[in-house]
């Protein structure tokens, strides 16, 4: 158990609609990062947030948008989905900002869109 | 654009054997990762590797860099049953935290 929790396990949903996936980081990390896993595209880093502050941007699609709030939890909204959205998706956290510390992943919510 | 290439993609090798993947690069980093994902699980991470030269071991792996060459190898001594799973090691261009993976590799360990 890395520390790293996420909700929901799993997501059924259809085209065209807007879910929200909830990461909580492990005590005392601030940094969040968001990672997309598929078939199609393999491991893909998304998004990092750091203490509140987006602080870097990888394949993220325009129709996604993430936050970190104030109690460093974050959240990935997805909208306009489409059955190509269909992944698994992780959040991981690190105590800092930089790229010289370890990754601890959460379990991932694996979304299917029908 | 940074491309990461692993292989093999498979790898099927018998208990006891010895055995190295490799992870090729395109673009200057001294930052790469290694990670192991179990079926249906998430990701755990192995090593961290942060400068040319560096040597990391952990029980039956042992995962090095050479940032001239653009590439890192993850060599699996005297493999046993519990290492079947799928590694990916993975590259940060140190631009934007950009971090891109490999496609992994699927390890099975066979009796």
């Known amino acids: 158990d890395s520390g790293v929790t996420q909700t929901p396990k799993h997501l059924i949903t259809a085209t065209g609609q807007r879910v929200t996936l909830r990461c909580s980081p492990r005590?005392?990390?601030?940094?969040v990062y968001w990672y997309q896993q598929s078939l199609d595209q393999g491991l893909q880093f998304l998004i990092q947030?750091?203490?509140?502050?987006?602080?870097a941007k990888g394949n993220i699609l325009e129709r996604f948008s993430a936050q970190q709030f104030p109690d460093l939890h974050s959240e990935l909204n997805l909208s306009s989905l489409e059955l190509g959205d269909s992944a698994l998706y992780f959040c991981?956290?690190?105590?800092?900002?930089?790229?010289?510390?370890?990754?601890?992943f959460g379990p991932g919510t694996r979304l299917t869109v029908t | 654009e940074l491309k990461v290439e692993q292989n093999p993609l498979f790898l099927s090798m018998q208990e006891g054997k010895n055995y190295t993947i490799y992870c090729n690069y395109s673009?200057?980093?001294?930052?790469l990762y290694w990670y192991r994902q179990d079926p249906g699980k998430s990701l755990e991470s192995l090593f961290v590797?942060?400068?040319?030269?560096a040597v990391k071991q952990e029980g039956r792996l042992m995962a090095s860099l050479d940032t001239k060459a653009r590439l890192s190898t993850l060599h699996i001594t005297a493999a046993v049953h519990d290492l079947s799973a799928t590694y990916f090691c993975?590259?940060?261009?140190?631009?934007?935290?950009?971090?891109?993976f490999g496609a992994g590799t699927r390890l099975t360990v066979k009796p």
């Open positions: 673009t200057t980093s001294d930052r």
């Open positions: 993975a590259v940060d261009r140190g631009v934007n935290n950009d971090m891109r």
């Open positions: 590797l942060l400068s040319n030269g």
């Open positions: 947030y750091y203490n509140g502050e987006e602080r």
């Open positions: 005590s005392g990390d601030l940094s």
């Open positions: 991981a956290s690190s105590p800092f900002a930089g790229d010289l510390y370890e990754q601890y």
